[in-house]
């Protein structure tokens, strides 16, 4: 099938509309009717045409899947995410479910003495 | 007294052999309990080299976690004060850390403390204060002291990669209440290794009931992306995806996992570039999309996905099941379309869940002529074909109609040529009532072909294939053309669907037209479809060529007759109609009809003549007199005279009418 590919000067459109890359239509026309309440067609006609060839590029929720398939998946930051949501819980978690019923000070003995010195200097 | 002192003096000697013996061995322990026999003022040329090996059996023995070990070092090293200083700085300090757990395991709360005191400051501050106030208070902390500790293990693993362990271990057991829920789950993925931790969760949904196991699937799930972002770096993503489809698909889909499987679909979509030849990178995204397609906004990405690539002859069946699994969930015409497409490339039958969504496909405006110019026009004759030999006369046709809206010239082309293989399937189907004896045409096949087929030949699987089927139905169909038996009663309401907007298309589909047609009226109507959609005088002329140039014999002569008729007392239109076919260098029967023609048309018409036409008229006579006299010689004149004589050839007398015209241009 014939594919649309951007142009190599194309700026993204989620950049100009000021938000992260979304599949959420509702979001980017929130962010496009707010650049124009920044950038009024009357005040500033260029900075208007940016932001309407922004939103065209966007608003059919195909163009919106293909653009959003363009944008590079940051994957140190989905993992400080994940680590962000979750170690902390399942350090808890672990630290009170284990079968063996370990209380607190053996657990944190077992724990302390498996780390090298330079973990907690 | 002197046997004393040579006695004591031998012993001591003995003692350094050993010590030399430990020594060259590199046994740390005997080389250690050697050294403490010697006297103080002995020991210190033997401590440094005592002193590495006791630093490096300490720490072997303090992470191999072999505490009675480390209590043996520990034991002998407060014999001797001075050991330990011998050691670099960071040595030192690691085995300061190692004796320090020694006597905490021990319970040696004061030989802790003093470790602990001289580690000093190199501790970051939260582990000094929880592992003080565990010794200080002899390993009976506090309550109100017991959260320090803990936070202190939760902080130092928080910097760390959660890693499961590798080794197999005892799963934890199932909750039993919805409060019990996470904290299973997140010990379980905590300390499971991922298959362990796969194989649990899948059984724990399996046995418990519905209000436990919707939360399982729902944070197993979201546990999983972490696993999927590891191996996402080795490209081994398969598993985990696989995991958070199945979840997903079986929590039904809900709003809370919206978001973990777009990003797990996002993660799974690199891997597909623009030719696809192997399974392996996708069979990640192969997983998930069936599921994403439960989700309205995750829809549109998958007709993006999906269409844009080419699909190789390894990954065309997997993608097929794919979109199967998708079809149960989205009605979309782009993959519907891609489906038929992908049936055709991998030489298989078109599977029956693709007919059906076909039949509620055709019943939605604006669906298939949209998907359908989406697709290059290789592609379109695929699809097209595919429909044609999957789906019966009737559906193709309704599919043919829903995609014929509004498409560009292209489209349309491809879209006749599904009609004709319609028309012609139909054509047999309704000629003979039994099914197509397909043995005839594969023997005239094999003939064709010129060599015999092994005996191993699968006949019988080839006789029985429906798209085989298809094809000896429309080479039948083409034959009954050729005969030029009249369309059957059952197929014209067929043609008649489709006539207005197939015979525009070629001449081919004209001359097509003109043999269907059941009485003269019916021709005329078909001519008239023909040239009023070809307005310009310029087509007509082109049709007429290409109709005898390809020995449409029917389309050449109605069209002949059409322009004889329209032009006979039409100067202009035959002037643009003849010089047409000068410029194109039409065939010289084409110049001449059209000259005559014209030169008939202007006699016959009134009024003044534009330029145009006057050129055209001497363009005719230069081709009608000018050159070939043989078409009108003049009377009474020989062709060679007898006694020409030699001298200066005389002006050639023109007519009265080229005189006036050549006035009237200069």
Known sequence: MKSDTPHDNDVCPFEELGIASTL????????????????????DPEGFKRIRSA??????????????????????NERHRWTERFAQPIAAAELHCDESSLSIVERFVDFGRQLSLDKVV | ??????????????????????????????????????????????????????????????????WSDVMFWAARIRRDALLLDELDERRRLSARWALLWGSISSRQWVEASRHLDLLGRTLAAPWKEAIETLVLSEGRVAPEDMPSLEAVVSLTKLGQKPARRSTPKKAPASPASSEEVRPAMLVAYRTLPWPQFVETISQWTRVLEPSLAQPIRILAAELAVEQLLTEKRRRNATDPALFIATMTDQAGAPLELENTLSLALRLSTDSVDDENHELAPIAPLLAIAPVAARYERLQPILAVLFCGPVWCCET??????????????????????????????????????????????????????????????????????SVCEGASPELAADAIDAMWQDVPAK???????????????????????????????????????GRPLPDSFPWQRVLEDPSFGS?????????????????????????????????????????????????????EEVLSVFVTANMRPTHWVGAWDEARRHKLARSAKALEGWIMNEWAHDAAAAGKGFMHAVQQAFPKAIRIKLANLLLSAVEKGKGALGSEVAEAMIMARVLLFGRDKKIQPKPNRPKYPANKKPGKPKAKKQNRADQQLLLGLS
Not at chain 2, 7 to 30: S, T, Y
Not at chain 2, 329 to 358: N, Q
């Open chain 1, 55 to 76: 939103f065209e590029r966007l608003k059919k929720p195909q163009d919106l899947a293909r653009r959003w398939l363009e944008q590079p998946v940051d994957l140190a």
């Open chain 2, 1 to 66: 007294m002197g046997r004393k002192e040579s006695k004591g003096h031998k012993q001591a000697q003995r003692v350094i052999d050993e010590l030399n013996r430990a020594l060259e061995k590199g046994d740390g322990k005997l080389a250690l309990d050697r050294f403490l026999v010697l006297s103080d003022e002995t020991r210190a040329s033997w401590r440094a080299p005592i002193a590495s090996l006791v630093g490096e059996g300490l720490e072997k023995d303090f992470r191999a976690q072999r």
């Open chain 2, 411 to 449: 489209v349309s082309r491809e879209l006749n040529l599904g009609l004709v293989r319609v028309l012609l399937d139909a054509r047999a189907r309704a000629t003979r009532n039994t099914p197509v004896d397909a043995g005839p045409l594969m023997a005239a096949l094999v003939k064709a072909i």
């Open chain 1, 24 to 43: 959420d239509g509702a979001v980017v026309k929130r962010a496009y009717l707010a650049a124009v309440r920044a950038h009024p067609p009357h005040l």
């Open chain 2, 316 to 385: 065309t069946i997997p993608v097929i099941a794919m979109l199967e699994a998708i079809a149960r969930h989205l009605r979309s015409a782009d993959l519907t379309l891609l489906g038929f497409l992908l049936v055709k490339v991998a030489e298989t039958s078109v599977p029956p869940w693709l007919i059906a969504k076909l039949e509620e496909l055709v019943r939605m405006p604006g669906e298939l002529d949209r998907a359908i110019v989406g697709f290059e026009s290789e592609e379109i004759r695929m699809v097209i074909d």
């Open chain 2, 471 to 523: 094809m000896a139905r429309v080479i039948s169909g083409a034959a009954l053309e050729q005969r030029g038996e009249p369309l059957p009663d059952s197929v014209r309401p067929l043609w008649h669907r489709f006539m207005r907007r197939a015979v525009p298309e070629c001449v081919e589909m004209l001359d097509r037209g003109l043999a269907y047609a059941a009485s003269e009226e019916e021709r």
